[in-house]
């Protein structure tokens, strides 16, 4: 790619995946070696770069993740669409430049893992998957007002549209909500329809627990209090499997030394 002329060029995209795949046609497309690729959220102006705003294609994105499938392979698409949920620091030209050799090389571009942006993208693409299998376990809907079930939760990766197919298939005959707190964002899932959706929600929004829910953590909470045995308590190997940053909104609360009865 011809770089000389575009070595200040940053693309700025809508912060979607499809953004972020019409944002990667129009490199390759043109030609062009952007210094950056920002979401426009991240952007701040500077007088030393010249700035290119990416319009989103759907048609583009399509056409460019089949290129990606076609020339170089379908684990590498599955590697960027995971490195892109990471949200992390410089991921978007980790993807360009990962694309860039996997052009080149084809499928084996995995095998170069000397490369340190290909090592980036394996590793973030790593911890976004880890952390959708750990939550897969770990979240509980709980019942509210109005028969439909809610669960809240705060992860470190945008993980939510892994998390939600899983979901409508253990739980395909309720109405159910599971909120990203951190994102303000939510999947949101219609028995009815057998769709989900991922929407954003506002700032603060917590639906009122049923009765009968509020009743079954109680007696959650006293179960998990009568079964834990003292001196038997490892909480290193504890948190291993269950971290204390997802504490916040699980009903058994590990670690509490809060003894919960019965009255």
Same mark, same amino acid.
């Given at each position: 790619?011809? @770089?000389?002329?575009? @070595?200040?060029? =940053?693309? /700025? ?5 499809? %953004? ?7 490199? &390759? ?25 990416? /319009? ?16 170089? $392979? ?5 590697? #960027? &669409?995971?490195?892109?949920? !990471? ?12 694309? +860039?050799? %996997? &052009?080149?090389?084809?499928? @084996? =571009? ?7 942006? #290909? ?17 897969? %376990? ?28 899983? +979901?409508?298939?253990? +739980? ?17 899932? @219609? ?12 700032? %603060? +929004?917590?639906?009122?627990? $049923? ?13 998990? !209090?009568?079964? $834990? #045995? ?25 670690? !509490? !030394? ?6």
């Amino acid at each position: 790619m011809d @770089s000389s002329n575009d @070595s200040k060029k =940053v693309y /700025i995209y809508d912060g979607s995946y499809q %953004g972020l795949m019409t944002a990667l046609y129009t490199a &390759f497309k043109n030609r062009e070696a952007p210094v950056k690729i920002l979401a426009e959220s991240e952007f701040r102006d500077d007088l030393f770069y010249q700035k290119k705003k990416i /319009i989103t294609d759907q048609e583009k994105s399509d056409f460019f993740a089949g290129q990606i499938k076609k020339h170089i $392979s379908a684990q590498v698409l599955n590697n #960027i &669409f995971y490195c892109y949920l !990471s949200e992390a620091e410089k991921m978007e030209l980790y993807i360009f430049r990962y694309l +860039f050799t %996997g &052009f080149k090389v084809g499928k @084996s =571009v995995d095998e170069l893992l000397t490369k340190d942006y #290909i090592r980036q993208v394996h590793d973030l693409a790593h911890r976004v998957r880890h952390e959708s299998h750990r939550l897969k %376990g770990l979240i509980r809907l709980k019942e509210a007002v109005g028969g439909k079930y809610y669960a809240a939760v705060e992860p470190d990766y945008k993980t939510l549209i892994l998390l939600a197919p899983h +979901f409508k298939s253990r +739980f395909s005959t309720m109405d159910w909500i599971i909120h990203d707190h951190k994102r303000e964002e939510a999947v949101i899932y @219609s028995a009815e329809d057998k769709e989900w959706l991922l929407i954003d929600l506002e700032k %603060g +929004f917590e639906p009122q627990l $049923s009765n009968r829910e509020a009743e079954v953590q109680d007696l959650w909470r006293a179960f998990f !209090s009568a079964v $834990s #045995i003292q001196n038997r308590k490892n909480r290193k190997v504890q948190q291993q499997f269950m971290p204390k940053k997802y504490w916040k909104h699980l009903i058994e609360r590990p670690g !509490s !030394s809060q003894n919960y009865k019965l009255e």
